[in-house]
């Protein structure tokens, strides 16, 4: 991957959202990794300028920056006060002719429909858990246990805690009531694949790389409702998810387990178009890799997956940012003509 260690010089344009209404700890994370990528961006020899998106103006924050002169480094996941406007950020960017990291506004608004999902890659064939999508809680036609509920177009595993696993009728019916009152949107029940659970991040387009998978380890669980990612184990240290769900990289696969690991990824990542780069999650059950979830923008913070796997795979934390402002910069009308 030659765009991975190239040195051309850049101007980026690191955009990234800061929400007054946040917790002053979740402030303080984000200006910390916001930081960390500024400086790792600068030490590759970019030049950098940080924006920081604290309102739903966006095209007021762009309004004094040509669009001809930077590359966007798209850390800007939602506008303030606008849930679910991840893709309305790239819609304004390619509006204003930016070019930006990351997936085009139709594939990152395809990531917050779950179900929509699950409809495209069962059109193609590709392994999900069986599932429906009830806007009542009156799951007749339901009879596959244990299975799991989330909201319908949840993110950052919202919604997923060791309560979403129901083993009845009676807890589903509950469970889906809940996600209805508490989040005011349909419930999506899935089967759960009780196994083995990958991470998978891809980078690149055209030719596209699968990275080192990095394995979720639920042996500290015996229960079945804890064999899960939740959203305290992503985002509440000291929680026992957190503390002892161990992501193990590269994970321990036969060569032919991980071959079929590798094609489904990139069945997946091709058919719902990313770009530049995504995570997916898998489980492997009966010989079977599952697709349980896809992101199109997953968190690129050092400790995250993707960093791991990139790591995993050779690549310093800068060379791994380098490589993802080079994928956009090869779209740029400007710089994409350089030659390297």
């Not at 020899?45 to 966006?58: P, T």
Request: glycine share 6%.
């Amino acid at each position: 991957m030659d765009s991975a260690n190239r040195r051309t010089r850049l101007p980026v344009l690191l955009l990234h959202n800061l929400d007054p209404s946040w917790p002053p700890d979740d402030i303080a994370g984000a200006l910390r990794d916001i930081a960390i990528v500024e400086a790792t961006l600068s030490e590759a020899g970019h030049s950098v300028k940080s924006v920081a998106v604290q309102d739903s103006e966006l095209d007021r924050h762009l309004r004094d920056h040509n669009p001809d002169e930077y590359v966007v480094f798209n850390g800007c996941e939602e506008l303030p006060g606008m849930v679910r406007s991840e893709a309305l950020v790239a819609h304004v960017l390619e509006t204003l002719h930016f070019v930006y990291t990351g997936s085009p506004p139709d594939v990152l608004a395809l990531n917050w429909d779950k179900a929509g999902v699950n409809r495209v890659l069962d059109r193609y064939g590709l392994p999900v858990p069986c599932w429906r999508v009830y806007d009542s809680a009156q799951p007749y036609d339901w009879d596959c246990f244990p299975a799991i509920v989330k909201p319908a177009y949840g993110h950052c595993s919202l919604g997923v805690t060791t309560d979403a696993v129901v083993l009845t009728s009676s807890e589903l019916g509950r469970r889906i009531a809940y996600v209805l009152e508490e989040f005011k949107q349909p419930a999506l029940v899935e089967d759960l694949i009780d196994g083995r659970e990958f991470h998978v991040s891809l980078w690149g387009n055209g030719a596209i790389h699968v990275l080192p998978p990095v394995e979720m380890d639920f042996a500290a669980f015996s229960d079945v409702r804890e064999r899960i990612c939740t959203f305290d184990s992503k985002f509440r240290p000291g929680s026992p998810h957190y503390e002892k769900i161990l992501a193990r990289v590269p994970a321990p696969l036969e060569a032919e387990e991980y071959r079929q690991l590798e094609q489904i990824a990139l069945q997946v990542y091709r058919t719902l178009g990313c770009r530049d780069y995504a995570r997916l999650d898998l489980r492997l059950r009966d010989g079977v890799f599952y697709v349980l979830d896809v992101n199109p923008n997953p968190d690129i913070s050092p400790e995250a997956s993707l960093a791991e796997a990139a790591q995993a795979a050779g690549y310093s934390y800068g060379a791994m940012v380098n490589y993802l402002v080079h994928l956009a910069a090869e779209r740029h009308p400007r710089f994409g003509k350089r030659r390297h």
